[in-house]
T-cell receptor, first 118, second 116 residues
Framework: AQTVTQSQPEMSVQEAETVTLSCTYD???????LFWYKQPPSRQMILVIR??????QNATENRFSVNFQKAAKSFSLKISDSQLGDAAMYFC???????????????FGEGTQLTVNP | ETGVTQTPRHLVMGMTNKKSLKCEQH?????MYWYKQSAKKPLELMFV???????ENNSVPSRFSPECPNSSHLFLHLHTLQPEDSALYLC???????????????FGPGTRLTVL
């Protein structure tokens, strides 16, 4: 079974600075998808960025980018120019690309609570 | 409205009550999901529907009964719940329920359920 580990329960960053959130995962599969979701105090789970494992190029979405290291099974999220609105719980998630093994299941990590200081 | 909506946002019920949670997606998707988010635990997938047909049921107790009348609406009927069922219940949808990129899930704001 796949597992996702976020080793940083809490992180903080100064407004306008850069922060990196860590995520590692364990799988024996070669084709899969990785996601970062954010969950602000409103509790809405919002998709931040996604990465397809067969793509070597790291995904970017505006101020958000990932460092995908497939061999190391690492998928970190970098937030540049941090804003107060980035404060949230961030979840890393894994989904197999093989329907027969996991269906639609998203496997989530336990989350990292990010605080942005003014 | 856009995206995925859920009602009610907050619900308090007794163990003998019967209530329903509602989810509606405005994205033209064909797959919908129910997740449970408890304190200190990762999100747990409960049910998956694809084109109104249940395709996954992850060992969820029968006191939770899902219903998907069409691809835009998903319900979770609750009866005889236990206090440990108190949690945030999240609904999600995706273009379809495949393992490809079309399976990327988009979430609603959740219903905070408290069982007394």
């Amino acid at each position: 079974a796949q597992t996702v580990t976020q080793s940083q329960p809490e992180m903080s960053v100064q407004e306008a600075e850069t922060v990196t959130l860590s995520c590692t995962y364990d799988t024996s599969e070669s084709d899969y998808y990785l996601f970062w979701y954010k969950q602000p105090p409103s509790r809405q789970m919002i998709l931040v960025i996604r990465q397809e494992a067969y793509k070597q190029q790291n995904a970017t979405e505006n101020r958000f980018s990932v460092n995908f290291q497939k061999a190391a099974k690492s998928f970190s999220l970098k937030i540049s120019d941090s804003q107060l609105g980035d404060a949230a719980m961030y979840f890393c998630a894994y989904r197999s690309a093989i329907w027969e093994t996991s269906g639609s299941r998203l496997t989530f990590g336990e989350g990292t609570q990010l605080t942005v200081n003014p | 409205e856009t995206g995925v909506t859920q009602t009610p946002r907050h619900l308090v019920m007794g163990m003998t009550n019967k209530k329903s949670l509602k989810c509606e997606q405005h994205l033209g998707h064909n797959a919908m999901y129910w997740y449970k988010q408890s304190a200190k635990k990762p999100l747990e997938l409960m049910f998956v529907y694809s084109l109104e047909e249940r395709v996954e049921n992850n060992s969820v107790p029968s006191r939770f009964s899902p219903e998907c009348p069409n691809s835009s609406h998903l319900f979770l009927h609750l009866h005889t719940l236990q206090p440990e069922d108190s949690a945030l219940y999240l609904c999600a949808s995706s273009q379809d329920a495949t393992s490809g990129i079309q399976g990327t899930q988009y979430f609603g704001p959740g219903t905070r359920l408290t069982v007394l």
